[in-house]
């Protein structure tokens, strides 16, 4: 249901300060056109130093802040939704959304935000609470990847950067701000933000307020989804100050606030249950950056941060079992990464970038009941400790070899008001890579990694009742889990392609991925026990590609993915439905315009333990266009206008619970100054 708050109030008084419409901006230089997404971007994720999207040997992907604009996006879904191994699970409701990379889903994926890790799980709830209009670039690198991330980096690493100064002003600008709203159809979403920046003797600063109000999703066809409106506010605080050149200090603020009605199992179907919910997060990291090209053994990157999820809930309809309810949530996390990156020469024929780096980190959890301690989530307390190697040595400039390995010590203990035993453990995990420029235009790459994830602390303590009948045991012997993968590709990159000055991108991999010790609940008649249980094996193709051709852009992605459970001979739940998605668009100068189109095809999944569901293939097609003009009394405006689900087809995504949403028309309106 739609709700109110106070936040609209200063958002809008915010909005309510900038000049008329159609007032001109004194000094404002001419503005190019509409930018679209750059066809080979630069990830630093995949390797931990630069290097350009298809130089990558692995799969990765990138989302731009180009298409983060285009896309006008509600949640973290409309940003992944179309990369090829991506999904979010869990569907619409406001914290449901579940990442799945290449088939897993929940810790196994690892989600880092301004170089903070987001540890957050808790039953059937989501993990990314972020308003993500403000994002610069998603990072994606997919497969196993412990060795430069440790713990959790089973599935693959999901990287979140926000925008800066940088990312908002136009050349010679010191300083300025812009206003936004925006309208949704789908679930009735408005939306008011402000954004103020600047950038003055090497000091840059940016503060932005963002307040969404949203009602029921709609289905397609007719029909709504109970319970899954929000009013959500959320800030960012990003400061950085240059002292010298390549050296850089910089500091992120992140906070986050979504009220709203829902069911204390958002990622299920469940209708019973409403809870008047506060999800709370704030992240905040400090970073130093310092590389001097004339010292080449020096790139160092440094990052401290804190996070903090806190979940409040109360039951609006108690039931006989458990009267007045009062739930309670909190996780915390502390930590550090260092990495440094040293350059040097063997021979006129072998170079090195050798990187290498130690990480650690402090987590607390901690659950309450009508305040009193709450065993199904535990007092409890962990630390992990890491170190890193890494070389990546090139042979005549067009053969690559990546070595590297990793080191974790990881320690749990129960807390006061929780039961078990401690737990300390450690872990190498082993990496080797090997890429091949055959030509300036074709390379082929091939890897094997092992990765590994530590058991959660709500694995290992939780206790008290799971439903009526039922309690959950502890067990502390839980094993981590472990994956290898062994993983093929082959990369073209053509320049002149089809025609002159067009380029083409191209990748398709791979891969086959045995994992061990899944850690899944055991449930009797009467308990339920975090055990090790389960081999699986998974693997596919994946398929990613991009064209620019003067004004005309495009991208194709596509995934078919297999699983399979080992122990009981059953396909995998957790593995989505084979998939293609396409992006075509024109940039139209001489009318400052941008328009294109989107199409999504999903295949039936069938391929379903007994006892799941199955689910119908769909094809999805999408609108946009974007006016950004670039003279005259709206010079500094910009419009976008798109339709999501152009046909109001009704369908159900394989990893969500509930029907996805209908048609949406979607506005949004910003002006800088």
């Not at 006989?320 to 021979?347: C, H, I, M, Y």
Request: hydrophobic content about 35%.
């Amino acid at each position: 249901m739609k709700r109110s708050g106070s936040a609209v109030v200063m958002v809008m008084a915010a909005l309510s300060t900038s000049d008329a419409l159609g007032q001109a901006t004194p000094g404002l230089p001419d503005q190019a056109q509409v930018p679209v997404a750059p066809l080979d971007p630069v990830t630093v994720t995949g390797t931990r130093t630069e290097r350009s999207l298809y130089d990558v040997p692995g799969s990765a992907s990138t989302v731009s802040k180009q298409t983060v604009d285009f896309r006008m996006p509600q949640r973290i879904d409309d940003l992944l939704r179309d990369l090829p191994g991506v999904e979010i699970g869990g569907g619409p409701r406001p914290g449901a959304g579940e990442p799945n990379v290449r088939g897993l889903e929940g810790e196994r994926v690892l989600i880092r935000l301004d170089g903070a890790r987001q540890d957050f799980q808790s039953g059937h709830k989501g993990r990314i609470f972020l308003d993500p209009d403000l994002i610069k670039q998603v990072d994606v690198v997919r497969g196993p990847n412990s060795v430069l991330y440790g713990s959790g980096a089973l599935a693959g690493v999901i990287n979140i950067t926000t925008r800066d100064a940088t990312d908002f002003l136009r050349p010679g600008e010191k300083a300025g701000y812009r206003v936004k709203t925006g309208f949704q159809s789908v679930n009735d979403m408005a939306m008011a933000q402000v954004v103020g920046f600047a950038n003055v003797a090497g000091f840059d600063l940016l503060g932005g307020l963002t307040y969404r109000n949203s009602g029921n999703y709609s289905f397609g066809g007719k029909g709504h989804l109970a319970n899954s409106g929000a009013e959500v506010v959320s800030g960012l605080v990003k400061a950085g100050y240059t002292f010298q050149p390549g050296q850089r200090l910089g500091l992120s603020l992140i906070a986050f606030d979504d009220r709203d009605v829902s069911t204390t199992a958002p990622n299920t179907a469940a209708t019973t249950a409403p809870a008047d919910r506060t999800t709370q997060q704030f992240t905040g990291s400090i970073s130093y950056d310092h590389r001097d090209p004339n010292l080449p053994w020096l790139d160092l990157k440094a990052v401290a941060y804190h996070n903090r999820v806190y979940i409040r809930e109360r039951l609006l309809r108690p039931s006989p079992f458990t009267g007045p309810r009062l739930d309670e949530t909190a996780l915390r996390t502390t930590g550090a990464d260092v990495q440094n990156t040293s350059r040097f020469k063997v021979s006129d024929a072998v170079s090195v970038a050798l990187t290498y780096g130690v990480d650690g980190r402090i987590e607390t959890t901690d659950g309450e009941r009508n305040n009193n301690p709450r065993p199904e989530f535990p007092d409890a307390r962990g630390r992990v400790a890491g170190a890193f190697v890494q070389p990546e040595i090139r042979f005549w400039n067009s053969v690559s070899l990546t070595p590297g390995v990793r080191f974790d010590y990881y320690y749990r203990a129960p807390g006061s008001k929780s039961v078990g035993a401690t737990l300390s453990e450690s872990r190498v995990s082993p990496r080797i890579g090997g890429q091949w420029d055959v030509t300036k235009w074709f390379s082929v790459y091939a890897l094997y990694a092992e990765a590994f994830r530590a058991p959660s602390l709500s694995e290992l303590y939780v206790s008290g009742t799971h439903f009526p009948g039922n309690r959950f045991i502890p067990n502390p012997n839980l094993k981590p889990e472990i994956g290898k993968n062994k993983e093929i590709g082959i990369t073209f990159k053509f320049d002149d392609a089809v025609q002159t000055g067009d380029q083409l991108r191209l990748r398709v991999s791979g891969f086959h991925t045995n994992y061990r010790d899944f850690i899944d609940l055991l449930v009797t008649a009467t308990t339920t026990t975090p055990t090790n249980v389960t081999r699986a094996t998974i693997y596919g193709v994946e398929f990613e590609g991009g064209y620019r051709s003067g004004n005309w852009f495009g991208s194709l992605g596509a995934a078919l993915i297999r699983g399979e459970n080992k122990v009981t001979n059953q396909p995998l739940a957790s593995i989505p439905g084979d998939k293609v998605a396409l992006t075509v668009g024109r940039q139209i100068p001489e009318w400052d315009l941008v328009i294109g189109g989107r199409a999504k095809v999903v295949a039936h999944q069938h391929r379903v333990p007994t006892g799941t569901s199955r689910t119908g293939g769909y094809a999805l097609f999408d609108l946009f266009l974007s006016w950004q003009p670039s003279d005259g009394p709206l010079r500094g405006a910009r419009f976008d206008v798109g339709i999501d689900n152009l046909t109001d087809k009704r369908y159900r995504d394989h990893l969500t619970p509930n029907l996805d949403p209908g048609r949406n028309f979607k506005l949004a309106a910003s002006f800088q100054f």
